[in-house]
């Protein structure tokens, strides 16, 4: 049976919630046993998400196969429980490289490269390359960006190819878009969403279904009005209001009728069992939201100003206070404006990743406050980093210590850059990437909290624990308790006299879903409860 597409376009404004929609249908998918997956669509030009400022566009977030990726991609991952690969997010510049090789080649046997029809073939090659490849029932497909934008026309344009070539039975539109209530009048208002469907229709789509944002539940009259203005049946105008966690969306569109309907438009009527998949997700979803008594977190980072620059990090402790049966406060704390006194009544305190000097003391502060105190301490990449760099200062005598990223003229570089690193041009796609294999030392806390001698985690760092220091760390009572590479590079560090104070090198967050927390948020969470 033949891949269906749902292409989910956005109007009105960005951050209405795309990429929680279109997880929250490919769940619905695979809880009707479907074989789903998704592609995010990022219509920018620059060639991945790596070197994008985390402030302005959220977290970069990096797949097995080491992608540095939109954030969307993680939030596919944790619905799904499935790891997503690189291939599933595609930029403008990823396309038009293709395009412009292809003609350097001669491939085009002399025509003049247009957008249509050359651009928008590469991008249904890869659209369709997917789902072949993988053998997709449904493959689901964000488009980044709202509809007018100049960047995302040659997408817009394939995907409705893809439609006219598919036929309704092969493909779904669904558009994301606004119905704002204002105080004053006291009413969900149309118009936003009425003219962004018209601007799609102008390009020559038309929406099966609409995702309305909305504070309240969508009121009757208000899909009567958009059902008559937006020519989508008024069953198909889908409320997606406000809810305590994300993780409620599949459940509040599954009320909706959304799968009926889907499962309709693609023939595949009599192919719904999915109480099994419902029990468990329900109980995952329960959990969360549930919450308990909080455990109070202090996360010092260098990107504090947006909370998505840290996406990964929230929703992976908030994944384990929700297998505790805790839910987990998270204060936001500025590395660079940072005081003690900002620390203090915090259960815990996490340092996550982060690249230069900007707030680097503010973290290495917070550091050795939670040493001192014996506050539970996570470290995470540039955290691990910064966290022997303060403990080399502190406790090694070594006092003009540091990172070469920080400073590069250091008489003591305990952090420094990898070796392969020094020959590499460029910032795109040159750090470190990916999952790579990690020993953990028998007897320690990494091995205990792991409960396996090896495990495999992502990366995503160009500077490393300098291994000339390991020494003095072990006899001044920092361990570093995990490897890889056969033991060239130095991937945890504990203090076994501390109640929990562990650094990672690698990005732990990644790897954490819903109803399945990363064991070393977990553990960190468990001691921060008490």
């Known amino acids: 049976m033949r891949t269906r597409y749902v292409f989910v376009t956005g109007g009105v404004m960005s951050g209405l919630g795309k990429g929680v929609v279109s997880s929250s249908i490919a769940k619905l998918m695979q809880l009707a046993n479907q074989k789903v997956s998704c592609v995010k669509i990022d219509p920018y030009l620059n060639y991945d998400a790596g070197t994008m400022n985390p402030i302005a566009h959220g977290e970069v977030f990096v797949t097995e196969d080491g992608g540095e990726c939109d954030m969307d991609v993680g939030n596919y ?67 980044g960006g709202t509809v007018g934008d100049i960047e995302s026309l040659p997408f817009l344009e394939a995907l409705r190819q893809i439609r006219v070539e598919d036929g309704p039975q092969g493909v779904a539109f669904v558009h994301v878009t606004l119905a704002p209530s204002l105080e004053v009048v006291g009413e969900q208002k149309t118009k936003p969403t009425q003219h962004s469907v018209q601007e799609l229709r102008r390009i020559g789509i038309q929406p099966d279904y609409l995702a309305v944002r909305c504070k309240e539940p969508l009121q009757e009259k208000t899909k009567e009005k958009l059902a008559l203005f937006t020519n989508v049946p008024k069953q198909d105008v889908l409320s997606c209001h406000d ?19 889907i499962f309709t438009r693609f023939g595949r009527v009599g192919m719904l069992d999915a109480s099994a998949g419902w029990d468990s997700w329900n109980s995952i979803v329960s959990s969360v939201v549930k919450g ?203 203090v076994p006299s501390h109640r929990f104070f562990i650094g990672v090198q ?25």
């Open 292 to 494: 308990g008594d909080p455990v109070k977190i202090a996360m010092v980072g260098k990107y504090v100003s947006l909370a998505d620059s840290y996406v990964s990090v929230n929703q992976a402790l908030k994944h384990a206070g929700a297998r505790l049966g805790r839910s987990v406060e998270i204060s936001l704390l500025d590395s660079e404006t940072l005081t003690s006194n900002l620390l203090e009544g915090h259960d815990g305190i996490l340092a996550p990743g982060g690249f230069g000097t900007r707030g680097s003391e503010g973290i290495m502060s917070a550091a050795g406050f939670a040493r001192r105190n014996a506050v539970p301490f996570l470290g995470i990449c540039f955290g691990f980093q910064l966290a022997a760099v303060e403990f080399a200062r502190s406790e090694l005598g070594l006092k003009g210590a540091d990172s070469t990223e920080i400073c590069s003229d250091t008489p003591d570089p305990v952090v420094d850059l990898l070796p392969e690193q020094r020959s590499a041009s460029g910032m795109g796609g040159s750090l470190r990437l990916g999952a790579d294999e990690i020993a953990l030392r028998e007897g320690s806390a990494a091995r205990s909290m792991y409960g396996s001698p090896v495990i495999h985690r992502r990366h995503r760092h160009r500077y490393e624990f300098n291994k000339s220091y390991l020494d003095r760390f072990e006899k001044g009572g920092m361990l570093f308790t995990g490897e890889s590479d056969g033991g060239r590079r130095m991937e945890v560090l504990e």
């Open 77 to 143: 991952e944790r619905f799904l429980n499935q790891n997503v690969p690189r291939s599933h997010n595609i930029t403008t510049a990823q396309v038009y490289s293709a395009v412009i090789e292809a003609e350097r080649d001669g491939k085009y046997l002399g025509a003049c490269v247009q957008i249509i029809p050359h651009v928008t073939d590469e991008i249904k090659r890869r659209i369709r390359g997917i789902a072949e490849k993988e053998g997709l029932d449904t493959l689901v497909v964000e488009c």
């Open 506 to 530: 690698f990005h732990p967050e990644f790897s954490s879903r819903p109803g399945f927390p990363e064991e070393a948020f977990e553990a960190f969470v468990g001691a921060a409860a008490g």
């Open 243 to 261: 809810a305590q966690s994300v993780l409620e969306v599949p459940r509040m569109l599954h009320g909706q009728g959304i799968v009926d309907s």
